[in-house]
């Protein structure tokens, strides 16, 4: 614990007085000292009796060399955690399973496409495009489901179309379209939507460009025993058990 200045000053103008005249020796100073430890400490007892001394014990000089520094805690308390909720089924949308079929085009302008067995499942279909920028539409048995920019360069990479099939899809095969239109000037805000695609497609002609469709049989995630895993859609975590029956555990209070 040191001194202030101000306690400093106190000692100094004491020798000053007139009955003092014999000069300030270290043995003054140090029962000076003394004097003032004992009064701050009874100070701080005081105020400690009325929960007031951590408030104030910031602002208590601190002493180089001559007290052992206080172990301050500054962590955070463990909070209880909630034992995740086990569940006999992987959470989350369905995932790639194998590769149903693809193909690859040289040919912008005109509508090509081929006929794919989905073995009654969910499916993904992707038409993607290489080069410049350009327009592409997807048809899923003759149905026009997509429509958008397609080929170029953006800050996350080449612009592709796909379409996902409803997971409660029965047919036994999907007849798959594609097409890839100029782009002309417009960006690609303006290459959105299908409203302008028939127009176009009768407007063009054949082009070379490079684009290709594959299409993906689609499945729920693999169970995993003991894996644990994040509830997209509600953001809960659980805890797979592939062979058990789904439990709620309790809580931890």
């Excluded at 302008?196 to 689609?218: G, K, N, Q, Y």
Aim: hydrophobic share 35%.
């Amino acid at each position: 614990m040191t001194i202030t200045e101000s306690e400093l000053r106190e000692i100094l103008t004491g020798e000053g007085r007139e009955d003092h005249h014999r000069g300030v020796t270290v043995a003054d100073v140090d029962r000076r000292v003394r004097v003032i430890r004992r009064r701050r400490l009874r100070v701080m007892s005081a105020m400690a009796g009325l929960g007031i001394v951590a408030g104030l014990a910031f602002a208590v000089p601190r002493v180089e060399n001559t007290m052992a520094s206080e172990d301050i805690w500054t962590g955070v308390m463990t909070q209880p955690t909630k034992t995740p909720r086990i569940v006999s089924t992987p959470v989350g949308g369905p995932v790639i399973k194998d590769a149903l079929g693809g193909r690859r085009y040289k040919e912008g302008g005109v509508r090509k496409g081929f006929v794919v067995a989905n073995r009654s499942s969910q499916i993904m279909v992707r038409l993607s495009c290489s080069g410049s920028l350009t327009k592409a539409a997807l048809w899923i048995d003759g149905k026009l489901v997509k429509a958008g920019p397609c080929g170029g360069k953006n800050p996350v990479g080449t612009y592709a179309l796909w379409w996902e099939g409803p997971q409660d899809d029965r047919a036994s095969k999907h007849t798959v379209t594609g097409a890839v239109l100029q782009a002309g000037a417009r960006t690609p805000e303006q290459l959105y939507g299908t409203a302008d695609v028939e127009h176009l497609l009768a407007a063009s002609e054949p082009f070379d460009v490079t684009w290709d469709i594959s299409v993906d049989r689609m499945g729920p995630p693999e169970c995993v025993n003991n894996a644990i895993q994040v509830d997209p859609d509600t953001g809960e975590i659980v805890r797979l058990r592939c062979e058990e029956k789904p439990t709620t555990p309790p809580s931890v209070p």
